[in-house]
């Protein structure tokens, strides 16, 4: 089918838009998540017994392989199977040792060179085993044998003067015994290699930690001393071993072997006016580095766990395991360490962090925990400028429940935190989350002052060095929803963007989105911001022209301005306004310019270079230039340094204006 | 997974709407179709998701066909064909396309319009992809011919 043809069936076709797509993925997205998230866990234990038993079988079988049955009289097999021959370079028999099939070893046999002859015919492999001495002396039958079917292979070395030629035949019986082993084996083999990613994909490690700063070192030591560390040296090193360095510490009654090793190290106790324990082997660091390495189980935070249940029986154990049970807890807290028990208690419905009920973990369950949450805080009721955004009373309910519980569990008062990990880790990561403006649209106007949910997200971003990725902007995806747009508004499908409401399209339009993403880059509100409310909240809520789920992020923003600049009086060229933002490209590319443009330094002059320049103008301690990239940006006017006409320039240049 | 949700929630939006002619329940039925996938997460690894997708989505189309006939018709609707005309928009491919047989239809959908391999379209008629090669070129022989006599 020509493509003329192709062509003209797909446009024969004409089909409706969809109404709800975007909705509909967005929950989507989460759905298949969570799916995900769910199938991971379910195939582990799955997978690991199926290894178990694989593991089994193959066990089995290779037993069973071990035990063949005993061979008659007359078998075939009872002829030697494995016939090894040695001759010496002056053609005189040597004597060699020859196994024989089942399993008898003669030694010191005298084989006759003409004894064993070798056929070859083509692919198949023939072995003519001629009776004579070399068999009578083996003890077998006096007569003539065909071994079809045998593998044969000669070894020829040379050894001083004399060559040694050593020739030795497997009959296929052997063969099958092995490969029947070997397969068993490589079954096997690959059975247990297949569990393994699985069980290390089911590692978890903390999202991050508040460690203190020397602290690396510390555990660098801990790791490199891991014998030291095994106080009871029952050879693992766990959490009975930072008990037991606890209970010698603090004078609690101990057995010999952690008492001598405690002695032997130096451990002070804590009254001990001399000092010289090494600062890795305290039991505040074992603690801690444990509760890193190993994340925070539950086990760790009952009295009634093994280690401290067995470590001590005398009257003290209680006080003992209550107080290092708070020792534990007071270092899980101080670390954030309690983040896997949330999950875990989330994982088997413990807890249920669906608190608005709608049968969904979303966004929306963090936004109503974090708004009841901040309702309830004291400080915030006592201050007279606070206006609340009632919840429905069941869902208040339900985060009062959520938080008892959670606090029940790990005892500190990380929820927040622990909310917002376990929706990036249960739900996909979506960047606007960190971004106050997506609340704009779900906040009432009148309260958002008061609530910054997205504060915790912002931390997140920051502490696991998400940021970066937040305001990336990606050249290709804005040259295709850019082009899209364009399109739609000139078949009338969707509106021009008139952000400041003014009824046209204008350079006013151009400022109006240069403002606001100063203040989004600078975390200002609408209250803050230079913009009338109104226009503000237009751009945050109806100016999502990429289609993204998001609006007046930076591509909404961008394609305000080219759109602008390709409507408005400020083309210099008779093209009238070319929608095609790759082909511009190469003019701006042609020009020997040796201000390049390239801000960024990636060898190509595009939108991501406009883009860089207005993020230094709004916010230059977070957006810093080098020196050369502040002299490729200053494209506009002579030298006059940074300004937003730069950008605007790099703009005009790549829509050849 | 290896299908894409965003990729596809059009073609299959134009398979169900080409099924039924009802736009807001051929969404209904799209999004139906994309949640069962979502959740049968069996089928994700067998390497077929194209073809699931678009079996659960007939079978759905199938369901809601035979329910809306069970009902009772209402003096403005009007059948099929005229929701064809409205989907043919080429007047002259249109007709040409309109003498073909409902399946047949459906083969130059699925294949030039959402652009369905040919191996998923042999899974989903059930017959090798040999087969389907000559079906489709069959489709396409009359097509040109029909669509030359008409221009004629």
Avoid at chain 1, 150 to 171: C, F, G, L, M
Avoid at chain 1, 570 to 583: A, I, K, R, V
Avoid at chain 2, 88 to 98: F, M, P, R, W, Y
Avoid at chain 2, 120 to 134: A, C, N, Q
Wanted: net charge negative.
């Amino acid at each position: 089918m020509n493509k003329r043809m192709k062509k003209a069936v797909q446009e024969s076709f004409r089909f409706p838009e969809t109404k709800h797509k975007y909705e509909f993925l967005m929950q989507a997205e989460v759905i298949s998540a969570q799916e995900m998230q769910r199938k991971k866990r379910i195939p582990v234990v799955f997978r690991l017994s199926a290894a178990a038993a694989a593991c089994g079988l193959a066990l089995g079988a290779w037993a069973h392989l071990g035990s063949r049955s005993k061979l008659s009289e007359n078998d075939f097999r009872d002829e030697p199977a494995i016939v090894t021959t040695m001759i010496g370079g002056n053609g005189e028999s040597q004597p060699v040792t020859t196994a024989i099939g089942n399993g008898e070893t003669a030694g010191a046999t005298t084989v006759n060179v003409s004894a064993v002859t070798t056929v070859r015919t083509g692919t198949a492999k023939t072995t003519t085993v001629t009776s004579g001495s070399a068999l009578t002396a083996l003890g077998a039958k006096s007569r003539s044998t065909t071994a079809s079917r045998s593998d044969h292979s000669r070894v020829t070395a040379n050894t001083n003067s004399d060559t040694v030629t050593v020739e030795y035949t497997i009959t296929n019986e052997e063969k099958t015994y092995y490969m029947k082993h070997l397969g068993t084996f490589a079954s096997a083999f690959v059975m247990g290699g297949n569990a393994i990613p699985i069980a290390s994909a089911a590692e978890y490690k903390l999202p991050y930690t508040r460690m203190y700063p020397n602290e690396s070192d510390i555990f660098a030591d801990i790791e490199s001393n891991a014998e030291t560390v095994d106080i009871n040296r029952d050879g693992f090193f766990n959490m009975r071993d930072c008990y037991d360095l606890y209970c010698y510490s603090n004078h609690y009654q101990v057995s010999d072997t952690v008492a001598d090793k405690c002695r032997k190290y130096g451990v002070s106790k804590i009254d001990d006016e001399e000092n010289d324990t090494p600062p890795w082997l305290s039991y505040t660091e074992l603690i801690r580095y444990f509760l890193i390495k190993e994340g925070a189980k539950a086990e760790f935070f009952s009295t009634e766990s093994y280690p401290y249940r067995d470590t001590l029986t005398d009257t003290y154990a209680p006080f003992a395991s209550d107080q290092f049970v708070s020792a534990v807890f007071s270092e899980s807290d101080h670390l954030m360490a309690g983040y896997p028990l949330i999950s875990a208690a989330y994982r088997s419905g413990l807890i249920d962090l669906d608190v608005n009920a709608d049968g969904l973990f979303d966004i929306n369950d963090y936004i109503d925990y974090y708004v009841c949450t901040t309702n309830s805080n004291k400080s915030n009721q006592n201050s007279g400028d606070f206006i609340p955004w009632e919840r429905p009373e069941a869902t208040v309910q339900r985060c009062n429940e959520l938080r008892s519980k959670a606090e029940a569990i790990t005892r500190d008062n990380w929820l927040e935190n622990y909310f917002v990990w376990c929706l990036l880790e249960y739900t996909p990561f979506r960047s606007e989350y960190a971004e106050a403006s997506y609340y704009n649209s779900i906040i009432p106007e009148k309260y958002a002052r008061y609530y910054s949910p997205e504060r915790y997200f912002e931390e997140y971003c920051e502490t696991t060095g998400i940021e970066e990725y937040l305001f990336t902007f990606n050249t290709q995806k804005f040259n295709n929803c850019f082009d899209e747009y364009c399109k739609d508004v000139a078949a009338g499908r969707r509106s021009a963007p008139d952000i400041n409401l003014d009824g046209v399209i204008d350079r006013s339009d151009y400022e109006a989105s240069d403002i606001y993403f100063g203040d989004i880059l600078n975390g200002r509100n609408a209250s803050q911001s230079e913009l009338p409310s109104r226009v503000w909240n237009n751009i945050t809520s109806n100016c999502d022209f990429n289609n993204n789920g998001t609006s007046g992020d930076v591509y909404d923003i961008m394609i305000t301005q080219m759109y602008v600049l390709i409507n408005t009086g400020e083309s210099s060229s008779s093209s009238g306004g070319s929608y095609n933002y790759d082909s511009n490209m190469g003019i701006l590319l042609d020009i020997n310019n040796p201000r390049s443009g390239d801000v960024n330094g990636d060898g190509e002059v595009d939108m991501a270079d406009a883009v860089l320049i207005m993020q230094y103008l709004a916010n230059p301690d977070k957006y810093q230039l080098t020196d050369s990239a502040m002299y490729n940006a200053d494209v506009e006017g002579e030298c006059d340094g940074l300004n937003t006409s730069d950008a605007s320039a790099i703009q005009r240049r790549l829509l050849n204006l | 997974m290896s299908v894409d949700i965003k990729d596809q929630y059009d073609k299959i939006f134009r398979y169900c709407y080409y099924k039924i002619h009802d736009r807001d329940k051929a969404e209904d039925l799209t999004q139906e179709t994309f949640l069962r996938f979502l959740e049968s997460s069996h089928y994700h690894d067998m390497g077929k998701e194209l073809h699931y997708l678009y079996t659960i989505a007939g079978n759905l189309c199938a369901d809601a066909y035979h329910r809306k006939k069970t009902e009772e018709l209402s003096e403005d609707m009007s059948d099929g064909k005229d929701y064809e005309d409205f989907i043919l928009t080429n007047v002259a491919l249109g007709n040409a396309i309109k003498k073909l047989t409902a399946e047949e239809q459906e083969i130059i959908l699925l294949r030039y319009v959402n652009e369905v391999p040919i191996g998923v379209l042999s899974e989903l008629y059930g017959v090798s992809r040999f087969k389907m090669s000559r079906m489709i070129k069959q489709i396409l022989t009359r097509l040109k011919k029909d669509f030359k006599g008409s221009e004629g």
